[in-house]
């Protein structure tokens, strides 16, 4: 059965731990201003894993290099050594290695992988199992380029065709759902799961225990985590049951 993991998102904006609704910037919230204290909080509450995303990166508007460097110098005071999973505005080769060398755990590549479906699948075994496709469906479609352009591409084909000794997760994002504490799509995303051949990580929607517990559940066919970002920041259940939960 699927290992499940937790993974407490930090989204970063100008330098600040936001959260946004359908992916779009005027619908903005920031919810703290210094994201080491972020991180250092959800390993001091016993998480393995935090979900970083840069979306000034991602959106092509600078970048939060610096802030995530920093993160990752400040991890080596962090007791449990959490893992760092991160994405946004990644857009070649060697923008995946400078951040593994640099501490991250595993890269989660979008647009990238998409605009180059030949290069991804001819890396070197430096990058095995390093890396996560970030699937970010809207209406069907892929979304790229921070969530701008839609592609006509067959989210399930293309999946089943990239290398999994690269790629040991599938990050699956309903943007429907995302930042909207609705709930998440359990039908599609275990429709989904069952189409392809790679661990998913659900995202999009979560807004409560019954939630994560319906997708932990569903560790048999193939979903090993889910990213909760705006119910954890709206206090929207105690992390210590959360973690219990899990089993994290």
């Given at each position: 059965m699927t290992n499940f993991q937790i993974y407490?998102?930090?989204?970063?904006k100008d330098g600040n731990c936001v959260r946004l609704v359908h992916g779009k910037e005027n619908k903005m919230t920031i919810y703290e201003d210094d994201p080491i204290k972020q991180v250092k909080f959800f390993s001091n509450k016993g998480f393995?894993?935090?979900h970083i995303v840069d979306l000034n990166a991602a959106f092509g508007k600078y970048d939060n290099k610096q802030v995530i460097l920093q993160i990752l110098?400040?991890?080596?005071?962090?007791?449990?050594?959490i893992k760092i999973q991160l994405g946004g505005g990644i857009r070649s080769v060697e923008d995946i290695k400078f951040w593994i060398d640099a501490g991250v755990s595993r890269i989660v590549l979008g647009t990238f992988a998409f605009k180059n479906p030949d290069l991804i699948n001819n890396l070197s075994d430096f990058f095995n199992k390093k890396l996560a496709l970030g699937l970010d469906i809207k209406n069907k479609k892929?979304?790229?380029?921070?969530w701008t352009k839609l592609l006509e591409i067959?989210?399930?084909?293309y999946v089943n065709q990239i290398d999994k000794k690269y790629f040991d997760k599938v990050i699956y994002t309903d943007i429907s759902k995302d930042g909207t504490l609705k709930g998440v799509n359990i039908l599609q995303t275990k429709k989904f799961a069952k189409?392809?051949?790679i661990p998913i990580i659900a995202s999009?929607?979560?807004s409560n225990l019954n939630n994560v517990k319906a997708l932990h559940d569903l560790r048999d066919i193939g979903i090993s985590g889910v990213i909760i970002g705006k119910a954890i920041y709206e206090k929207k259940f105690d992390l210590n049951n959360l973690i219990k939960l899990v089993g994290n």
């Open positions: 407490p998102a930090v989204d970063l393995k894993w935090v110098k400040n991890m080596k005071n962090i007791k449990n050594n892929i979304a790229v380029n921070g067959d989210p399930i084909k189409s392809i051949k999009g929607g979560i």
